[in-house]
């Protein structure tokens, strides 16, 4: 089956600075890429997708870039926040089903 | 519009015990999900249902936990027995179709002593 690996486990940066994080999959049938945000306590809130007809899609600030070939997607969140600071996890879409990654702590520091 | 909702957002068992945790998926999602989350594995899922129909049944799963989707409207997860090693969170998630976006629930945490 699919496997999303997500390359940083933790991530801090300084607020008004970007944020990048990345992850590859393996199955190069996954065409759906969504990404989500988790804080303390709380569920998987969706934040943005990208499908594999495209490469690069853009909501207010954050950036998602999608390297098919690569097998390779990132998330890019640009003029970062303190409350940008959460876990945030990939996913990949093989079947039917999500296969997430591992999950990214990030802090952004004021 | 209310967005998928989970009870009991806190449950505490003993070993052995049966739970059952409830979800109520967005109106008008016709595929509902159930994963675990634990810091060691990540999110696993347990069961996926599409228009209350049984999909995909995680086969690590199935010795222990059972869901059920009684209507469009409900699911459960029963664990029966508990053990300790079923302490997590436990999250369902629904979407309209196997094209659309999933969305979550705050999840139950779960405590098996």
């Known amino acids: 089956g699919e496997k999303v690996e997500q390359h940083e486990s933790t991530l801090s940066v300084r607020e008004g600075d970007s944020a990048v994080i990345n992850c590859t999959y393996t199955d190069t049938a996954s065409s759906y890429f969504p990404w989500y945000k988790q804080e303390a306590g709380k569920g998987l809130h969706f934040v943005i997708d990208i499908r594999s007809n495209v490469d690069r899609k853009q909501s207010q600030r954050l950036i998602v870039l999608l390297d098919k070939k690569a097998k390779r997607f990132s998330l890019h969140i640009t003029a970062t926040q303190p409350e940008d600071s959460a876990i945030y996890f990939c996913a990949a879409k093989g079947y039917n089903v999500l296969y997430f990654g591992s999950g990214t702590k990030l802090t952004v520091e004021p | 519009d209310a967005g998928v909702t989970q009870t009991p957002r806190h449950e505490v068992a003993e070993k052995g015990q049966t739970i059952i945790l409830k979800c109520e998926p967005v109106?008008?999602?016709?595929?509902l999900f159930w994963y675990r989350q634990t810091k060691i594995q990540g999110l696993e899922l347990l069961s996926y249902f599409r228009s209350k129909s049984l999909m995909e049944d995680g086969g690590a799963f199935k010795d222990r936990f059972k869901a059920e989707m009684l209507n469009s409207s409900f699911s459960t997860l029963k664990i029966q027995p508990t053990e300790p090693k079923d302490s997590a969170v436990y999250l369902c998630a629904s979407s309209l179709g196997s094209q659309d976006t999933q969305y979550f629930g705050p999840g139950t945490r779960l405590l098996v002593l």
């Open positions: 109106s008008g999602h016709n595929d």
